[in-house]
């Protein structure tokens, strides 16, 4: 894994756009180390994007890119909605998939990148909103979780279609009334992340994304369990200031609000123990890197 | 044979893929012309015919060349310049000749800059931003270059060629196959050989890309 295998050719490093020069000079792929705090010092895998003025899934997309711990080898499945217009400003390979086939296609990847690739670390994970992962794509969501896939499953849950202008989601609070959902919804959020327990998911947080260095811990540890032992599962609140009737600077203050301890997106986690055992052999490893690094720093 | 031929466009809304009708690749050592199989011979002389004679004649390589894959990659890429090198030396006063790069293929929005990019999935923005009207595709993976040459083909007057490292492209109005770092040189040198020799089409503007 290192930034050595992107480069552009000399004889015509000149004609391409900046923001290619500036991936190849100052993106952190190959960092053993990379994480939020990147962000503002080198270049975002994210060039721009054409959500909306504010909306949480963008400070989402960046905590994530920033955070992915093999982004030169890392595959993300998209879906339709929001999420999928920001794909291809996203300097990580994606594939766009039919709504709702999000895990159905990124089972088959993950398969064939390991017959392909069989000495490469190749990741693979799913980001799609809460009416592909839970609604239309519940089916391809299970299936690939029962089948013990070994990928990420990312949902940003705004708890509607917001693309579409604002339906009934599956995982949109009970009694919420949408544009285009007037009577208000009849029955509970669905309990996505204790279905994944059930269904074999050996990490699953539910949180908001506010904090940034949170968002870097939990994909860390949803990748690298993904890519040892078995499927992991991310629901991040990413709410949708326009259909909740918010201003652009109060998605942050929304997140916050919910993550409180009595509410929907009061920080949850599971590990299953096969889990729990890498997450404890990585802290250690990391222990021993950064003692050794504070030796070589005391000796020079 | 088929009697269809691919021709500079505005063809239509929705070209149809040569190959459907009945437009197919030529054999190695061959080439294609407006649909028809020629000798690879008679490609060079009318590929560097076409780019002398167009006032904005462009080479727009693709992330094959752009990104050192390898060593064969940036060959390629120091080849193609050599081509650009040639065509700015050869051409007359008045006539434009450019490189601009197709990176990558992401179908970009909500914009791109036409001025310094070119994208599959929106190619005629750049041709028509830069007023071109005639252009080579280097590097470009196959489907990508078809749909591309398509879109041209259907929405601009901008004459295609392919400089194909496999089988060649049907939909494109020229194309060679098998590209090598000889075969962009030597396109190179057929530019050279009929310097002079072709008359621009900078008196009759009105040929140029149409949108
Ligand atoms: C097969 C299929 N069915 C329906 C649609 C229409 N559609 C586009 S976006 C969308 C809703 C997306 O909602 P969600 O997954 O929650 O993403 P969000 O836009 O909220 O981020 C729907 C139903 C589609 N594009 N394809
Ligand atoms: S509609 Fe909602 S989720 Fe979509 S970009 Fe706008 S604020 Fe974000
Ligand atoms: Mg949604």
Redesign the interface.
Known sequence: MSKER???????YD???SD?QDLVKSATYGKEDRGWKDIGNSKELIEQH?LCAGCPESMAFRYILASLPNPEDTVMVGSTGCTS?V???VAVHNIHSLFGNQNAIASGLKRALSVRFPDRVKDVVVLAGDGATVDIGLDMTLQAWFRQEKFTTICFDNELYANTGGQESGLMQKGFVAKMAPVGKLFDKVRLPEIARESGCHYVVNCTVSKPSLVEKVIRNAVHIAREIGPTYLQLYTPCILEIGKNSMEGLQEMRDSEKPTERFAYKEYISEPAKQLLAEMAAKDKERKAAAKQLAGQA | MSQYRVLPGPEHFLPPAAASMGVYLPNPGEAHINGVIAPEEKAYEEAARQFLMAKVPTIFPGPLVLWAWNEKAAKKATAIRHLYNTLKECVQPGQKPMLIPMPDYRPKYPKINPEVEINPNHPNLTIWHNKIDCCMFVGVHCHQANLSLKIIRGGTSCYTIAMCAQAGHEDAMLSFRDASVEKIMKLADWVKKLKGTVQPRLATAKNGASS
């Open positions: 992107i480069k552009i050719s000399e004889d015509l004609i391409m756009p290619y054409s217009l794909f291809p400003m």
